[in-house]
């Protein structure tokens, strides 16, 4: 690429014949181009986001004076350039000037903008430049600005409350002219807008209210209607702008979503709906009733007491029309007077609405809830009467007592409690006042512990007849029934029940053997073992009573022997109940005891001996012997034979050991066969046969499979070679003989070639004996005549040690086939040499192989040429871990030296036996005795394992049935164990399938075997269905510290199927009853156990005929399997219906056991024998809802056909409880015998207040005058509480720092209190942590009960270090005046303060500034030290000086207390003087402390550098100078003095330079360093 350039045709010519790649392009005028551009690729680029581009001009030539360039941007609104001016000397001529191009922003949409950079014609003194005009350069300003509006938000909301909202609207870019935009609503009955224009100008010296740029708002205000027409969505309309600038005049505004939010819901509002009473002497109140929105058509509102015997309503309809929907209405209700006295009766008045105006039409107005007050009647509430249960580890239970009217006086009630050795209770006394008889009171009853068996005891507290009040004198309140839960089970209990171990050598074990609880009278326990050839126990009874019942006695398991091979054999000890009168542990099952007695006995075939016995050929004879080393269970057999019956024969052939003689020891002869071969020793063997035996551990057993023998022969050819060793010759020549002789005369010549092994250690002279047969003429070659062979020594130059070589006896040579094949031994000569022969192993350190064939190498060499070939053996010294490439080298004279590389192979085992070391042994052979079994150094190595113990269990699904079904798994472990693996299983619920009790066990043979084991469905009598379980890993044991406590997660699954049907059992006889009162029984009991209580009620299918009692009925998992009686009462009606015939029904059962919920009822049938009444039948009269909304159902029926209509109406006493589905039902004469389902359904409360007793009250009113104000009972309704009042604190561990750092945690209540509860908080220890000192939660408010409080835990530093301490938050007892949250205790967190404290010694300068330097006339230094951490115990530091004759340290030691520790003390060191020349001494002073604290025992400082400077210069002096003697033997003397004490001793020399012209007295002086002081005179003689 180039530049680009403006001008003439001719400039470009000239521009295109200089183009260069530099990216430039010379700029030019005729003749002669005088600048250069160098434009950026792709030209000068700016944008309006401020990005910059820069372009350089250099002149062409040396100006002769300065030329200057004046330049500029064409458009400064698009670009602005660095420099205005350009001016180039004849020493810049030729550096190029760069010029920076900067784009300017604007705000109008007006695209990439071209420009020019501007230059004007140079200004000059050369007649060259001046005038010249360079061309003008191009620019383009990108645009960033795109013509737009922006509206924010889009979608709004109105209110028809007048709400309103707003949006704002603004150009994205300056316009060219005026732009407008209409604003309007799409439905004004909704919203209206403001304003309804808005006008943006295209002012551009700054913003205004109408400038462009500046957002304009538009509000848009609902607009209300009395009318509930629901939220209603509509449009604000932005219009197509309005302006000349056509770029804003194309566009679309974007328009604004509005909903308007009705404020209008159709209803009725009826004031007040509670608190309103009226009187039965016919006090009134009122109410009034008004429409909350203008209604579309009139609206008639039904208003109806709910209760006609109480209240009456008037007017009985109100209407509203379109004009008087807003005018409230009065309705007036006046109470009714009854005779009867049923206390302060709630009732409610309801409102029905009607109307073709849907929205009105069927609408239910609020209820209005009335009192109709009534007059009192005194009576006792006791809650609950029944169903209390303790526990005999102290679980409490609790009923309140209250009054039911206000005393004139004090009422006094005593309790007690009918079986004191079951329950107590607390108080035993209330005392109610006319201010506090209306609080219910609670009494605690507590259960009382013992430790018989004895079932769960019911018992009752017992209410004695109030006193005091006249009005409550002789009420007996109700007695509370309470069951007092047992906690104690018969039966005994063992330790340890598995894997006791015995040995066949005695060895024993002991267990022990306690009763699990008290027994009645003494019980006696068997003690047995289930196989008395393995073990015994001892003692064989054990007795307990009711005083040493819980004190474990002790039992001994002593193993029995036997001399069988029998293995490792599991026993069982059993433990059953033997004598005793407590019906309680006669009924205890027997209980086991699993373990195994050691086997000590292996079974084996001993022969001895196994080798090296002889036979002759002339019947020598040998013997062995062959017996058992254990009892056989059957007779074994063992054959023999000899594998050469011509060397030798065996008797006897077969030897047969019995059960009875199995201990005997049997000989086996062995005789020699003569032949008349002339072959050798011949070995043979007597082969031992497999044993053959119906006892498997002897069948085919062959310990011993052969006795190895040698037959010895006569007469064998032979040579004698002698000495064959300990020959020596020298390299200087020195000899050496050996003779050779035949042992036998041949029957032709043989002929002994002889040769020297090495030629250049020795020579040998004949080289070739030839022995003759003769036998009568001997002579130098007879054979029976010695031949003697001389050697003589050979010199080399290698310094190859005492050399070995060999004069090699060839095979001799003859056709006397006895000798041809011999090779007559060698004779082994040491040639003496000084060389030493060694080997050279080169191995890494560390070196590794793996299982897995990983490998490592090493080299080998010999140190010194050998003389003949030297075979190096290789062997691992544990061949199952490492393997050898190759197993041997051979080094020769040639090869001796090259390293020889060896490989070592891991070899893999299935065994996790971890990296195993192994060493790589050497072992040298050659006939070089120097190198022959030469000691070499052995490779050390690891070989990695690869095998990890574990153990695998197949995962299908086991099925097992409840009728004793098994299942099986397998199992099998993953790597070879090195001893006896034993696992034990178990489930993860035994009362559905058990396992084995006796181990399984895996050896190294059978460790890859799948194992089976067997595990059985366990029976209950529970429908429960088919329940899954899972089988695991219990224990696994083993002598192999890899499979020894083996932690395995594996599981099996597995599913029992049940056997078991729930359901009902129901014996009755005639069911008969009578309207006056008879009745008849029957029995209910279920099939089989329940998973949790079952409630089945019991309920009559005519109440007006006969009822049921009692009704529910309960099982639970212990009473399940007992009749209970239900008792059917005839009802009377007061009707002449005849005798009816009515059902009773069992069921359905209610429970958390799906199995039992689920069952339809059983139906009875009976039949009532009438006397003809009228009645209201209720049933049940007892209901139980739940907080969880759980509800329950009653029926109401009339028992005849009524006249007129009949209106039971129902009054819930606490709507805060429960909710009815109706408040009264109305029986028609057409529909009278219709029963009606109320449902009462639970309310939830956040509060803990416990299970809630109340009542649904009916009464009955008609214009039927045998039904009016008949009675009907009420329905007790208890609403079970799921509130349970705590604390929870969120005990996540928490760590603080002595550097301050905190913690914190959170408390909330789980429940809503009554009163404010207030905690209290500290911590255990506060020199390590402090808390927020309290918390306080609140029913309600900022601090509500439910919302989390947060405590904050602060790090308190201390200055000791005592590491990380922990300690925790204590929550003191709570305070409330709500009980249930009144002592409350709740657990703290834990928390960790983090030390900041490190002991330790600080060594300072006393000054400052550390001065180390002492000289040896006595200035001193000065260091302070003192304690980082306070101790524990006084510290003691000791400082020592590592050179005393330099200098003196004091004082030491320093004490530091836990008081004074961070006191610095000061320590003065002083120079000391010596008179040596030793130079500047450095020393160094160090401390260590001793303390009883551990922190700071044996702690050492920094140590401390001090110089002490010399101030001795080692020299001599000399007396005199000048010395003058006589030659008639005058003389003089002067003295020589050292001038500093020397190490050692200094000797000076003295000589004259004329020793003719006098003498020394001495020539030398010896100074030593304890006379360096000293005076030494030397006396000059002249001659």
Known sequence: AGGWREGSMRDRAVAMSVHRAVLCL???????????????????????????????????????????????????????????????????????????????????????????????????????????????????????????????????????????????????TQPLADVVINIASSDTTEGTVSPTSLTFTSGVNGAGANHWSTPQTVTVTGVDDLIADGNIAYTITNSQPVSTDAK??????????????????????????????????????????????????????????????????????????????????????????????????????????????????????TTVTLTNMDDDTAGVTVTPTSGLVTTEAGGTASFTVVLNSQPVNDVTIDMTVSDTTEGSITPTQLVFTSTNWNTARSVAVHGVDDSVQDGDIPYTVVTQPATGDAAYVGINPADVAVVNTDNDV?????????????????????????????????????????????????????????????????????????????????????????????????????????????????????????????????????????????????????????????????????????????????????????????????????????????DPKYNNLNTVPKVSLTNTDDDTAGITVAPTSGLVVTEAGGTATFTVALHTQPIADVTVSLTSSDTTEGTISPSQIVFTPGASTPGANQWSTPNTVTITGQNDNVADGNQLFNIVTATLASTDPKYNTINPPDVQV????????????????????????????????????????????????????????????????????????????????????????????????????????????GVQGTNLDDDTAGISMSNATIITTEAGGVGTFT???????????????????????????????????????????????????????????????????????????????????????????????????????????????????????????????????????????????????LTWSTPQQVTVTGVDDFIADGNVTYNIFVGAPTGADPAYSLLAPYLLSCVNLDDDSESVTVAPLQITTTEAGGSATFTVAIGSQPTNDVIVNLTNTDTNECTLSDSSVIFTPGSWDTVRTITATGVQDPVDDGDVKFLIITSVMSSDPAYNQVSAADVEVTNIDDDTAAIDVVLTPLITSESGQSATFTVVLRTQPTADVVLSLSTNDSTEGTVTPSLTFTPGGAKQWSIPQTATVTGVDDLVEDGDVTYQVIFGTTTSADPKYAAITPVGPVVVNQDNDVAGLTVAPASGVWNTIVDESGTSTYFTMVLNTEPAADVTVTLTLNNTAEALLTPSPLTFTPTTWKVPQTVTVTGLDDYVADGDIIIAATSLASSSDPVYAGLSGAPVLIINKDNDKAGMTISSHNLTTTEGGGSDTFNVQLTSQPLFNVVVQLTLTNPSEGNLSTTSLTLTPSTWNLTNAVTVTGT
């Open 26 to 172: 010379l700029f030019a005028v005729p003749v002669l181009s005088q600048s250069i551009y160098n434009l950026p690729a792709g030209g000068v680029v700016t944008s309006e986001t401020g990005t910059t581009s820069t372009f350089s001009i250099v002149l062409t030539t040396m100006p002769t004076a300065d030329v200057t360039f004046n330049l500029r941007a064409s458009d400064p609104g698009e670009g602005v350039i660095s420099a205005s001016q350009l001016v180039f000397t004849s020493a810049n001529f030729n550096t190029p000037q760069s010029i920076t191009v900067t784009g300017v922003q604007d705000a109008v949409d007006d695209g990439d903008i071209s420009y020019f950079i501007e230059f004007d014609a140079a200004i000059t003194t050369d007649a060259t430049y001046n005038g010249y005009k360079p061309s003008n350069v191009p620019a383009v300003n990108k645009d960033d600005d795109v013509a737009g509006v922006t509206v924010t938000p889009t979608t709004i909301t109105t209110t028809e409350l007048g709400g309103s909202a707003t949006y704002t609207v603004v150009l994205n």
């Open 248 to 365: 804003y005049a194309a566009l679309t505004v974007s328009d604004v979503s509005a909903t308007n939010t009705d404020n209008d819901t159709p209803g009725v509002s009826v004031t007040p709906t509670t608190g309103l009473t009226t009187t039965e002497q016919g006090g009134t109140t009122g109410f009034s009733v008004v429409l909350n929105t203008q209604p579309a058509a009139d609206v008639t509102i039904a208003v109806v007491s709910n209760d006609l015997t109480e209240g009456t309503v008037s007017p009985a309809s109100l209407t509203f029309t379109s004009t008087t929907w807003s005018t409230a209405q009065f309705v007036t209700v006046t109470g009714v007077q009854d005779a009867i006295q049923d206390g302060n009766v709630v009732y409610t008045v309801s409102t029905t609405t009607s109307s073709t105006d849907t929205k009105y039409n069927g609408l239910n107005p």
């Open 490 to 694: 018969a039966g005994m209990t063992l330790a340890p029940t598995t894997n006791l171990v015995t040995t066949e050598a005695g060895g024993t074990q002991t267990f022990t053997v306690v009763l699990n609880s008290q027994p009645t009278a003494d019980v006696t326990i068997n003690l047995q073992s289930g196989d008395l050839t393995e073990v015994t126990v001892s003692p064989a009874q054990l007795t307990f009573s009711s005083a040493n019942w819980n004190t474990a006695q002790q039992a001994t398991a002593k193993g029995v022997n036997d001399l069988i091979d029998d293995g490792d054999v599991a026993f069982t000890i059993i433990a059953t109940i033997g004598s005793t009168l407590d019906a309680t542990y006669q009924k205890v099952s027997p209980s086991t005891i699993t373990g195994t007695n050691t086997d000590d006995d292996t079974a084996s075939i001993n022969v001895t001996p196994t080798s090296g016995l002889v036979t002759t050929e002339v019947g020598g004879t040998a013997t062995f012997s062959i017996s058992l080393a254990t009892e056989p269970t059957s007779n074994v057999q063992i054959s023999l034979t000899s594998d050469d019956t011509s060397e030798g024969t065996v008797l006897p052939t077969s030897i047969t050991f019995l059960t009875s003689t199995w201990g005997n020891i049997v000989t086996v002869t062995v005789t020699g066969q003569q032949d008349a071969i002339d072959d050798g020793d011949i070995p043979y063997n007597i082969l031992i046969q497999p044993a053959i035996s119906a």
């Open 830 to 937: 040491t040639c003496i040499d000084d060389d030493t022969a060694g080997v050279v192993v080169t191995a890494a350190a560390g070196l590794t192989t793996t299982e897995m064939g990983g490998t490592a190498t090493y080299t080998v060499r010999l140190q010194s040429e050998p003389t003949a070939d030297v075979t190096i053996t290789i062997a691992s010294n544990d061949t199952t871990e490492a393997a050898i490439s190759p197993a041997t080298l051979v080094f020769t004279s040639a090869n001796w030296a090259a390293p020889a590389l060896v490989t070592i192979t891991g070899v893999d085992d299935t065994i996790d036996d971890g990296p195993v070391p192994y060493i790589i042994q050497h072992t040298a052979a050659s006939t070089d005795t120097n190198y022959n079994t030469i000691s070499i150094a």
């Open 971 to 1117: 199992v099998w472990l993953n790597s070879q164990p090195t001893d006896v693996v034993n696992i034990m299983f178990t489930t993860n619920d035994s009362t559905e399938a058990s396992v084995p009790t006796v181990a399984t066990v895996f050896t190294a043979s059978n460790w890859q075997t799948h194992t089976t084991v067997t595990v059985t469905g366990v029976d209950d009598s529970y429908d429960d269905g088919d329940i899954p379980y899972l089988v695991s890993i219990l224990s696994v044991t083993s002598n192999d510290a890899k499979y020894s406590g083996l932690a395995v997660l594996n599981t099996v699954p597995g599913i029992n199927t049940d056997n078991d049907t729930a359901g009902l059992t129901v014996v009755n006889s005639t069911m008969v009853t009578t309207e006056a009162g008879s009745s008849v029984t029957f029995t209910v009991q279920l099939n089989t156990v329940p998973l949790a209580d079952v409630t089945v009620g019991i309920t009559s299918g005519d109440h007006t005929e006969g009822t049921v009692s009692p009704t529910p009925l309960l099982f639970t998992s």
